[in-house]
């Protein structure tokens, strides 16, 4: 394949903190490994941007201002650098991509995430859903995405699932660091949960220390919740907790000192350590049919490192977790179900095999393949 201009419009790239940044990260940086490819999006970003990459700053904030400058940042690179193809990294962007690609007479791709379909807001619906209809090429990251585009009306043959991927092999166990971690946490004999993610209403962890984690708590007295994570700052999505409000859920069962909040982890070497230390990794997403979970790439890293994944049944999660192999599904918002569940595996030992077999098929070299074919 002839070497291709793609234009990558986004919002959601690192250092901000998610899942979506990751995943543009990782398409931006497999693109680039065939392609010349070219990065509108906020000024943060361009210092972790892939090295085979040009780069083109506009503000992060506030959301309209950043809108409005790739917007025209858009029209002046399509016109001095004549792209082949305009990416648009999420739904957010869409409009973008697509509008100066038909002016421009270029194909426009567009990725969508689960909240990028799923929303009701209005506006939403009004102006950006019918753009995203109008892209040539449409990526749903989950079959669940999937079918809510078609529900939006984006035309099935427009459209293709590509689920995001994980850093296979993942980085080796380094006992030492695992140690260090048990010692600064008093984790030694313990029976370790993490939860890895923002601090979102949709991620559920209130409800689940609520309803869940208290009566594991109550059989199991020795385990400890690890969640690594804060409140987003820059989230476009405003219905958040905190971890004021976990804490006081906690005391209001007495078990606040099962658990442990360690922030945000931007070290790859410690993430790694505390997936390899956990006993499981608890995804307790809620069910909220305008805001739903696109995936759920944090269980494949779980899986990559060997730990399962507890998580309600819900949104694309259902393509991220596969039953009895590399974690468990239980019925979506079942509290007592997820309490047995993760009562009953804890008492088991980890399949470490059948996990990294899974985690395996979401290799993003695999990704990337996947993503070039749709050039």
């Not at 085979?52 to 503000?59: A, C, E, G, L, W």
Request: net charge positive.
């Amino acid at each position: 394949m002839p070497k291709k201009k793609i234009l990558i419009v986004t919002r959601n790239l690192p250092p901000l903190i998610g899942g979506m940044e990751r995943l543009n990260w990782h398409i931006a940086d497999e693109l680039s490994k065939e392609h010349r490819v070219t990065i509108i999006s906020h000024g943060q970003a361009k210092l972790s941007a892939p090295s085979n990459t040009h780069f083109y700053s506009v503000p992060l904030n506030p959301l309209p201002i950043f809108l409005i400058c790739a917007f025209f940042q858009t029209f002046w690179v399509c016109l001095t650098q004549h792209p082949d193809i305009l990416f648009a990294g999420s739904g957010l962007t869409a409009p973008i991509a697509v509008f100066w690609a038909k002016i421009f007479r270029k194909k426009s791709l567009v990725y969508i995430h689960g909240l990028d379909i799923g929303t009701n807001n209005k506006l939403y619906n009004f102006l950006w859903i019918p753009f995203i209809r109008s892209a040539d090429q449409i990526i749903a990251n989950s079959s669940p995405t999937y079918d809510i585009c078609l529900k939006k009306g984006v035309n099935e043959k427009k459209l293709s699932v590509i689920h995001p991927g994980v850093n296979f092999p993942p980085k080796s166990r380094d006992e030492q660091l695992i140690q260090n971690l048990k010692n600064k946490h008093n984790l030694q004999n313990k029976k370790i949960l993490i939860s890895i993610g923002r601090l979102t209403q949709r991620k559920g962890l209130n409800e689940f220390i609520d309803f869940s984690f208290s009566e594991i708590v109550k059989t199991l007295p020795d385990t400890v919740l690890v969640i690594i994570g804060d409140t987003p700052n820059q989230s476009l999505n405003k219905n958040l907790q905190s971890k004021e409000l976990l804490l006081a859920t906690a005391k209001k069962h007495y078990i606040e000192n099962n658990i442990i909040f360690t922030g945000n982890i931007s070290d790859d070497d410690v993430l790694s350590s505390f997936y390899y230390l956990a006993a499981l990794h608890i995804f307790p997403v809620k069910h909220i049919p305008d805001d739903p979970e696109g995936f759920g790439m944090v269980a494949i890293e779980a899986a990559a490192h060997g730990t399962p994944t507890i998580a309600f049944a819900t949104g694309g999660i259902i393509d991220a977790v596969k039953q009895n192999e590399s974690g468990w599904l239980v019925e979506k918002n079942n509290y007592q179900a997820l309490s047995k569940q993760v009562i009953e595996a804890l008492g088991e030992s980890k399949n470490i095999e059948k996990c990294k077999n899974f985690s395996k098929e979401f290799e993003w070299g695999k990704f990337g393949q996947q993503i070039k074919a749709q050039l």
